[in-house]
T-cell receptor
């Protein structure tokens, strides 16, 4: 099973709302990622979790708050977003690198289409 | 830092024609290279990956790519395009020992009947 699931599929929220995006994988991967993708652009890395610990934060505004409650789940908590935050939010997972001479592919979920009004 | 350049933001082919999507990489060390496809309103799906085991890599849906170190290229090809191949294609690079990907800007493949 190489599936990464994301909920909800679509989300519309106002600038004062608080919402959460969820991501789940059952491939035994210990690295999980959040990406933001604007229309006609490549995905932009936001956060990386390795063994449930935040290892990379690409200078993302604090209105985005990630959480990795266990090895299968990844959440992205949203608060006080701006209209420019409207985008497709993608979750991905991969094995964790154990040696410097390897690299693993990432498996992506279908994404959550977020619209901030 | 590693990077990839995809030549052509749009490529148009007729159904049954050869598909060639170009990707050139820049890396200080032998890289790991990937091609992903994204259909409208979907996530990214891995087509194939290069991990130095073989220079010609076969992927899913009839796609393949050849790693050419002398040209720093990893172009994606398919002998005969299908209408269902119409999608956005991303080339990505990862330095060995790093789990993060650097994506190219993407190439939209348009297939006409």
């Amino acid at each position: 099973d190489t599936e990464v699931t994301q909920t909800p599929k679509h989300l519309v929220m106002g600038m004062t709302n608080k919402k959460s995006l969820k991501c789940e994988q059952h491939m035994g991967h210990r690295a999980m990622y959040w990406y933001k993708q604007k229309a006609k652009k490549p995905p932009e890395l936001m956060f990386v979790y390795s063994y449930e610990k935040l290892s990379i934060n690409e200078s993302v505004p604090s209105r985005f708050s990630p959480e990795c409650p266990n090895s299968s789940l990844l959440n992205l908590h949203l608060h006080a977003l701006q209209p420019e935050d409207s985008a497709l939010y993608l979750c991905a997972s991969s094995q964790v690198l154990l040696t410097s001479g390897s690299s693993y592919e990432q498996y992506f979920g279908p994404g959550t289409r977020l619209t901030v009004t | 830092a590693q990077s990839v350049t995809q030549l052509g933001s749009h490529v148009s082919v007729s159904e049954g024609a050869l598909v060639l999507l170009r990707c050139n990489y820049s890396s200080s060390v032998p890289p790991y290279l990937f091609w992903y496809v994204q259909y409208p309103n979907q996530g990214l799906q891995l087509l194939l990956k290069y991990t130095s085991a073989a220079t010609l890599v076969k992927g899913i849906n009839g796609f393949e790519a050849e790693f050419k170190k002398s040209e720093t290229s990893f172009h994606l090809t398919k002998p005969s395009a299908h209408m269902r191949d119409a999608a956005e294609y991303f080339c990505a690079v990862s330095d060995p020992g790093y789990s993060t990907l650097t994506f190219g800007k993407g190439t939209m493949l348009l297939v006409s009947p």
